[in-house]
Every structure is written in C-alpha cells, then in structure tokens.
C-alpha cells in the first residue's frame, strides 16, 4: 500500500473562532477538517470542566504542506494577535493522498 505524506496543522484556539476559521479554509480551498471542543491550561488559564460559551476547540485539517503553512500564517495574522491561539504542523502519512 502506498502512504503518501502530506501536512497536517492542528489549530487549537478560542470557540468564537469557529464560523470565521471555516469561512477562512474554504476561501484557501481546503477540502476538509475535523473539529474538536479543547480544554486545558495555557497562557490564557486554565480551561476545564463543563464547557460554554468561552470554551476552546481544537482543529485538524491535512493539506500539502505549502497550503497548510500559507493557511498557518493566514491564520495567525488575522486572529493571533487578539485571540489565544496555538498552531503547529506535522508530517504525515496518509492513505487515500488524492483526498487531501
């Protein structure tokens, strides 16, 4: 079986994020991503318990590695500055590598 790599950047920032970062992958054409509530401790505090209004998510998306670090760069010019957020890019290996 072939497993070709490709990029993934996972993305874990504030909930009030959510409709904009969407608004920002289709723009790049990114086909598809997964998202997740978050919690835990960071610059920002502590973020544990029930979740509300003021929760965190976690994002995940796979793309070639040039379009992955232009949407981390987009990402962080647009919200980084007035928003807790964290970002990082690891290589890996899919099967399927048409999809992404």
Do not use: C
């Not at 996972?10 to 909930?15: C, H, K, L, Q, Y």
């Not at 003021?54 to 980084?80: C, K, M, P, R």
């Amino acid at each position: 079986m072939n497993f070709p790599t490709r990029t993934l950047l996972t993305i874990v920032t504030e909930a009030v994020l959510e409709n904009d970062l969407i608004e920002l992958f289709e723009s790049q054409k990114i086909r598809g991503w997964t998202i997740v509530a978050a919690r835990g401790n960071g610059a920002h505090g502590e973020k544990h318990g029930n979740f509300d209004a003021n929760e965190n998510i976690q994002i995940e998306l796979i793309t070639d590695t040039a379009s992955a670090e232009q949407l981390a760069s987009s990402v962080q010019q647009q919200f980084g500055s007035h928003y807790a957020l964290v970002q990082w890019l690891s290589e890996v290996r899919v099967l399927r590598g048409e999809k992404f």
